[in-house]
């Protein structure tokens, strides 16, 4: 059985790499008549996604909630532009990060979950590992010195849940119309497994999208290659 990992920051690093940068787009938030809530929570973001061509691009350019039924509206969108069957929660982001970017970057620097981020040789060893899954993306950095790694941003989706055994027991329901979840993500994970993707070695959890889930191939060939600045935890499966 395969075996299934969180992948977080490490606690210390030796590299300094800092980053000013956002997206290019980004869905706005949403105020649900149901709940009642005002949120915008995605990590996800889309850095192939072109939203030039919308007649509505402007309405992507300026974070604010807005309400559902407009919500609604420019989420269906941007929907064919993203991979099909994707998640889009208010405030996920699209196209590519854009920004400066400072200091010295780990091959693997994941320290801001909305925009994970690799170098591109980095990328390209572990896709020859037989990584699966792993699509990077050309970003709009610039950087501030003259020898600096290609970063790729990496597009990494939403699949797979928590097993309802580490939910608290007392957990409000999921808002049947927007979607939210309102309740924090538990210390302690278990996967559930029936949930969990088949054919991915790295991806998000769909309940708790910063929460970046690999499987035993990812860091067995994180591992292998050297490629420092990632903690890994394995979780249990049910």
Same mark, same amino acid.
């Given at each position: 059985?395969?075996r299934f990992?969180?992948?977080q /920051?490490? %606690?210390?690093?030796?590299?300094?790499?800092? =980053?000013?940068?956002?997206?290019?787009w980004?869905?706005?938030?949403v105020?649900?008549p &149901?709940?009642?809530?005002t949120?915008?929570?995605s990590? %996800? /973001?889309?850095p192939n996604?072109d939203?030039?061509?919308?007649? *509505?691009?402007r309405?992507?350019k300026?974070p604010?909630?807005?309400?559902? *039924?407009?919500f609604? #509206?420019?989420?269906?969108?941007? @929907?064919?532009?993203?991979? /099909?069957g994707a998640? =889009?929660?208010p405030?996920a982001?699209?196209?590519? =990060?854009?920004?400066?970017?400072?200091? %010295? +970057?780990s091959?693997?620097?994941?320290?801001f979950?909305?925009?994970p981020?690799?170098?591109?040789?980095?990328? !390209?060893?572990?896709?020859?590992?037989?990584? @699966?899954?792993?699509k990077?993306?050309?970003?709009e950095? #610039?950087?501030r010195?003259?020898?600096?790694p290609?970063?790729?941003?990496?597009?990494?989706?939403p699949?797979? @849940?928590?097993?309802?055994?580490?939910?608290?027991?007392?957990?409000p329901?999921?808002?049947?119309k927007?979607? #939210?979840?309102?309740?924090? @993500?538990? &210390? &302690? =994970?278990?996967?559930?497994? /029936?949930?969990?993707?088949? *054919?991915l070695?790295?991806?998000?959890?769909?309940?708790?999208? %910063?929460?970046?889930?690999?499987? &035993?191939r990812?860091?067995?060939?994180v591992?292998?290659? !050297?490629?420092?600045?990632?903690a +890994?935890r394995?979780?249990?499966?049910?």
């Amino acid at each position: 059985m395969t075996r299934f990992y969180w992948l977080q /920051s490490p %606690t210390a690093s030796r590299y300094t790499g800092e =980053l000013q940068a956002t997206h290019k787009w980004r869905l706005p938030g949403v105020s649900c008549p &149901e709940c009642g809530a005002t949120w915008a929570g995605s990590a %996800t /973001s889309f850095p192939n996604a072109d939203l030039s061509s919308l007649p *509505d691009e402007r309405e992507f350019k300026v974070p604010r909630p807005e309400p559902f *039924d407009e919500f609604v #509206r420019l989420r269906e969108l941007v @929907r064919p532009l993203v991979p /099909s069957g994707a998640q =889009l929660l208010p405030g996920a982001k699209f196209g590519p =990060l854009v920004g400066t970017a400072t200091g %010295t +970057f780990s091959p693997i620097f994941f320290y801001f979950v909305e925009s994970p981020l690799m170098h591109r040789e980095a990328l !390209e060893k572990l896709r020859a590992e037989g990584v @699966r899954g792993l699509k990077g993306f050309p970003t709009e950095l #610039r950087f501030r010195q003259k020898k600096h790694p290609e970063l790729v941003e990496l597009e990494v989706l939403p699949h797979g @849940r928590l097993h309802i055994d580490c939910l608290p027991p007392d957990r409000p329901p999921k808002c049947p119309k927007c979607g #939210r979840n309102g309740f924090k @993500r538990p &210390e &302690e =994970l278990i996967l559930d497994a /029936s949930s969990l993707p088949v *054919d991915l070695d790295l991806f998000r959890l769909s309940d708790f999208e %910063t929460t970046f889930i690999c499987t &035993e191939r990812f860091v067995d060939a994180v591992r292998r290659l !050297e490629l420092h600045e990632a903690a +890994f935890r394995e979780l249990p499966l049910r």
